[in-house]
């Protein structure tokens, strides 16, 4: 059987190897049969290159001519739907419908024709123009962009294909990709449309470039070369703070999202008011996908109480009667084990689950745990242990303030929910509670699972450390997602037919917005 | 004679202390009698748990309350104006008018006001409103920021008086300032100042504190504490980058301005057109403040020819008769020394200058260094090397396509500037080397030399690494240079009342910029 080939300066050619892998099918636990080539030092050295040249060819497309390459990449997408959906099923064991084909597709589209929308208008570069000191700035693309995909999202944050993707082309860059080793074909058929869809658009000939793995060295050595622009990562906290490190070092952007254990408080008054209702939205939101988003609520703060437990054991009988799903793979099997077992060590105890899964594939039977808050104060950092899968920890805390201490005890996460009665008998707790956790997440729900992450303006997929690398910034929602992959350029006193488009009087589109001597308009300047 | 006190958590007191230490007057290379303290980590320890307080009691102030503290505090400046320049005078060696008295000065209580109004008017947290999907997001206080001055700006980049510190408290943050070793008595003054305004105004007690200085380790520990919210750090690079490492390892924001050549292109037509005129702009831009601004020139390159030949000699001239200026402290004029002989280790030669200066003060010959763009190409990085003070390199390429090239081996920078001739006929050569240019800095110029950096919405005084630590953000400029201090919070489908006031259906000034469903807009929502 040949291996696969990567994508290289617009090429699908033979790799410089030091090994092939291949992807096993989690529902079956067999290796599927494509053999993919792990890249050495030469490939990433190659595609380097080539970036730095397409990167300057880039800097001279329109946003336009970049939003036309990513609604021709889209549409391609579609075109190759059934393509897409069997082979990620077949990789990660997700289900076909709706989650794949109905959810997750049309999500990765939209973000891609967001990405194009916001190229076209240019509202994302932020254009600022002082008339009277005679100074314009906006964003402008950074250079190449490197994007390692996690593997809980084959679609819609896969490196060629996802958020980061999306916003890193959107903002002028070109893209190499890392494919996730759990998914390699399906990263495939993705290049190949958009290296399809670039050709039709007449892209420069290195905008999408394909690796499936290098040596973690490798990757060290790509995120901190000084032809790369900045980097996109989405995985485990381990592998993300190595490529942290390197990158941090060689003083090179890395948006990384690692983490989270998405505390979820319950007050009594929402528990008094309609328990079943959350009990149901709860092992929804836990168990949907088999617990693997970056989103899941591991954490759950109640208050001690007659109520909290009936609602452990409501949530506990869910679990136990909801089907098991199948895990992405063995690593991510192996690890919700090991990190089950990490928690029990700190002090957590088994309401239900703990044990092997009973299905075919990689599984483990839908875990609930729970501990006091005074076990969690005494042993935050371990009872923080995030158990990636289908498994929570719920804190029953002894009152509203030992609540709110835990809450200032918790790591930076993506989010935080307060649920709350409706008609607003927990107004004095949630007083207590929202202001600590606030600080410590990037998105703060009322009464709603945090496992919807819409692709809105106003969202922050993001948080402080260690659920990212940095609280200022969004790795869902456009246009904000776009800045991360720029840099901000300023003109002083540059002869106007010198400045780029959007900063130049005549307003470059109609409608980009412009901060014009601290009033944003859509009007030309002068 | 008693050792100066600290300010922490709202009270001068005596510093836990592992030594003294006393700033020199660089005019006289004597010491100057006040006495200030080397604080322990008792020290940092008490001003960050008394910073988590005030920054928690900061959120709940609005940003009219932020606004009236930081104009009542640039009053205070105002009235304390004779004793600040005197003592920073003696301090820095900076003349006294029209530098210090007449642009730091206003130049820092403007930049205060400037805080105060984007604090008043909250556009600088743009809010982004979602309607349909229920979300809504914002910039918000990030939590304690620690600030470290530098030694050349006593007032404008002051550890308690500069930018980031207005910035860092228009954000809605509280400051820990670590005083720049140079001018401790000038930053006392501002402590003193700045505290009466906190009293005036009702700000938390631990709004600002201040210490003198630390050890190098506490210094790293501080900004690395997970009490820090974020830092701010403008000095030498070696010692930045020890506090970047150690901030970056524990996932915390630092923003650093570290060092900066400069690049100024100088094509063949702007030299037949203006030669004496840009001579006279040169040498004025490259020997104020005896060179010692961020942005200074420190890297010319120009088209080998006989009117670059004519244009050395005139700025040769130029250098040799201007007054030698007083350099801020003994250890800039041993790194000047010891940086013009690494520049000349590396192949650059002597025009002018390059010995001992004739000052009664710490102070170096006004010294003009040239090589060859071949030279400069052979060694690059070593020929970068950043010689802080009234020096130069001329870089001699042999045309437009080395200088080109060498460009593009240039280390991050904050400014660049291209002269070319007015009528067009330099259009060519400036296509050629606009693009590379544009890429390394963070801020282009046009027929300028880069020293003035106008307190402009514009501006970025930031640039690629290793000029800053990240290139989307600037340290100069209102309101831009707040977000470094803030992180994104998004709130989904939180009740109406519990928002806060930036993200409530009713504009809360009346004049705040938001982005609502996509449109920019001071009106209500709905």
Redesign the interface.
Known sequence: MSVQQVLIAGQWRDANQSGTFRADNPATREALPDEFPVSTWADCDEALTAAVTAA?QL?QKSGAQIAAFLEDYAARIESRADDLVATAHAETALPKAPRLADVELPRTTNQLRLGAAAARSGSWAQA???TQ?G???C??P??PVCVFGPNNFPFAFGSISGGDFAAAIAAGNPVIAKANSSHPGTTRIFAEAAQAASRATEMPAATVQLLYRTSHDDGERLVADPRTGATGYTGSRGAGLKL??AA??????IYLELSSTNPVVILPGALEERLDAIADDFAGSCLMGTGQFCTNPGIVVLLAGDRTEQFIKAVGERFEQAPVGTLLSKSVAASLESNLSALQEAGAELVVGGGAGTGQGYCRANTLLRTRGETFLANAAALQTEAFGNASLFVVADDIHQAAQLLSHLE?NL?GCIYSHTAGQDDDD?ATV??PL??RV???????MPTGV?V?????H?G???ST??????AVGMP?AL??F??????????PA?LPALLQDKNPTGGT?R?VD????TADVG
């Open positions: 300057a800097r600022t123009i002082d000191a100074i314009r700035s964003f402008g950074l250079g942290k490190q941090d070092t060689a003083g090179k952007p930076g989010t949630y929202a202001d606030r600080q990037g998105r703060l729900l009322n009464d709603k819409a809105s303006s106003a969202m922050n993001g402080p450390y260690p690398g940095h609280p200022g910034f969004t904000a800045v991360r720029a840099m901000l350029q300023s003109y002083d006193n540059v002869r010198r917005w901060l601290g009033q944003w308009t």
